[in-house]
């Protein structure tokens, strides 16, 4: 038996869209027939990208956004929705990291994590989250009440790993944020849920699966292989669907068994 998803009539925003797991979550949700809209900072590449998915017959369209800039969160949702129509689902993708011991963090290494990690990941999904409450208590306009909303964690926030103790703490936040948000939003249609990736191969970390460092971490993991952005679809696509209506608060590892 074949179980399809149809996004056909839903709108997307996929925050992060131009590289990594953001680009791959925006392939994937114009696939199944969802208009995606595509932020980010560096635009050029987010048109690229919506070339290349209105050339596979998608829709897409392109909003600059800075999540460390609460002004330009709210202008970029604003126009999203001017030219796309009201949000149903947000992706919430951003993501920074920086390596070092916790003892020679400074305050600009900490800020700049927990101001796109933490930070900008809770006034985005507020933004849009206001959005959707507007909507299903009448005050707005829209055909669908509710959506989702998918915070993207990590494993880190979770386990905690060496070096990288900062963007732990950060993406431990995310996933009590997306607790406290599916708790307060549930009510109203709005599911709030997180991914856990574990370690995803990325033009951002490419390099470093081919050093010897690497390739130490490699043989240390549960099946001595790293993931690719695609091994997510199947997951963010559950969550997004319209049928997961009673899929709420749920954090969700996807590491091919690394925290266990």
């Not at 126009?79 to 993708?93: F, R, S």
């Not at 732990?168 to 109203?188: D, F, N, P």
């Not at 993931?227 to 009673?246: C, E, I, K, R």
């Amino acid at each position: 038996m074949s179980y399809t998803i149809d996004l056909a009539g839903r709108v997307a925003l996929v925050t992060g869209a131009s590289s990594g797991l953001g680009e791959q979550f925006a392939r994937t949700l114009a696939r199944a027939g969802c208009a995606v809209v595509l932020a980010g900072r560096r635009v050029e590449r987010l048109k690229t990208l919506r070339a290349e998915i209105e050339a596979g017959g998608g829709d897409a369209h392109v909003v600059a956004m800075d999540v460390t800039d609460l002004v330009s969160i709210k202008a970029a949702v604003a126009h999203a929705e001017t030219e796309m129509g009201t949000l149903d689902i947000l992706v919430n993708n951003s993501g920074v990291s920086t390596t070092q011991k916790l003892v020679d963090v400074t305050e600009d290494d900490y800020d700049y994590v927990f101001d796109t990690n933490t930070k900008g990941a809770f006034f985005v999904a507020q933004e849009v989250g206001k959005r959707m409450l507007a909507r299903a208590k009448g005050a707005a306009p829209g055909t669908f009440t509710g959506g989702r909303i998918v915070n993207v964690a990590s494993m880190a926030g979770l386990r905690v790993l060496s070096q990288i103790g900062v963007y732990c703490m950060s993406k431990a936040a995310v996933i009590h944020m997306t607790r406290a948000m599916a708790l307060e939003w549930g009510r109203y249609g709005i599911n709030v849920n997180a991914i856990c990736p574990g370690y995803i191969d990325t033009e951002i970390n490419h390099h470093h699966w081919q050093t010897e460092q690497g390739q130490k971490l490699i043989e240390m993991l549960p099946r001595k292989r790293i993931g690719q952005p695609q091994d997510l679809d199947s997951t963010l696509m559950m969550l997004v669907a319209n049928q997961s209506h009673f899929v709420n608060g749920a954090v969700i590892q996807v590491d091919d068994g690394f925290a266990v």
